[in-house]
């Protein structure tokens, strides 16, 4: 298959053709070597860090003062 592929700020944009047939891929490995560009899907692999992002969101809470001024250290500052 030979389709067109957009760069903008080192961003590469794939046909909407050649991303449904990569199902949910969102890493590739990149060699280039001359007048090709190669780019291989990376699958992550179960507990790696990539399939580990975003399982926290929701689950951890700061309080609205975490870095304000601490009272021990009143005379320090």
Known sequence: MIAQAKREKN??????????????I????VVASSDRIVLTPV????????????KGKGKVWMADDFDGPMEEFAEYM
């Not at 046909?15 to 949910?24: F, T």
């Not at 699958?43 to 975003?54: E, H, T, W």
């Open 26 to 29: 969102e890493y590739f490995t």
């Open 43 to 54: 699958r992550p692999k179960k507990g790696s860090f990539a399939s580990l992002c975003g």
């Open 11 to 24: 961003t590469i944009t794939l046909p909407d053709s050649i991303v449904s047939e990569l199902g949910d």
